[in-house]
């Protein structure tokens, strides 16, 4: 997939660019922080530029603002909680120059649409074509994301296009022995990755390496 294709099939207002938390608390501070999340951070900021070159305005970016006893705590260590520095935007997107036109969504559970600004920003963009899923994880947040983005389209019988690039999502990490000492389940970051890519190319989502020049 290259931005000259979209550019020349699809008007650049009805392209979205949706971001799941590239923030600090998955990528370089706090217990979920994850050196395979901070890899894909280049990426990411790659596909910001590439999309705003190529005349994309919208760049949506669902984050975690936790409550401080966010149910979701009971599966997860306590994370990014709203206004700690964990729950901001890593510096690297926050400052690119087009960054006051992106509309920021917190969200307190995996699923970005769930108790969110998203659903009506959704009914107020129907003539959306194409929908590209970055950031992390691959098999939480990502999949929960390009899934109702896809999901939503099709139960409205609207054609849309949502694309994941590989070499903008990851997940974490956490071998066997490190979940034992935990207490914790394993998460093998490669299989779960690979697994969750396969299954939301298995309902339509496009699943490309890269979106080039």
């Not at 008007?11 to 901070?38: K, N, Y």
């Not at 108790?115 to 950031?135: F, K, M, N, P």
Request: proline fraction near 6%.
């Amino acid at each position: 997939v290259s931005w000259h294709n979209l550019h020349e099939d699809i008007e650049a207002e009805r392209v979205a660019l949706f971001s799941v938390d590239m923030i600090r608390g998955f990528c370089t501070e706090g217990p979920l922080s994850s050196p395979r999340v901070q890899g894909i951070v280049p990426a990411v900021v790659a596909t910001f530029e590439d999309a705003h070159a190529a005349g994309v305005r919208d760049f949506i970016l669902a984050q975690d603002a936790h409550t401080p006893d966010a149910v979701e705590f009971e599966s997860y260590p306590p994370h990014c909680i709203e206004g700690a520095s964990e729950a901001e935007t890593v510096p690297e997107l926050a400052q690119l120059p087009f960054a006051d036109i992106f509309t920021i969504v917190p969200k307190n559970s995996l699923n970005p649409f769930h108790g969110t600004e998203l659903l009506a920003w959704q009914d107020i963009h129907r003539d959306l074509s194409v929908a590209i899923v970055v950031g992390d994880c691959t098999d939480l947040c990502v999949h929960e994301m390009a899934m109702h983005l896809k999901l939503y389209a099709n139960a409205h019988d609207r054609k849309m296009r949502v694309i994941v690039p590989t070499n903008a999502v990851q997940t974490f990490d956490t071998p066997i022995e490190t979940a034992k000492q935990l207490g914790i389940l394993p998460h093998s970051g490669d299989v779960m990755h690979l697994l969750f890519l396969y299954h939301m190319r298995l309902n339509g989502i496009e699943v490309v390496r890269e979106i080039k020049v």
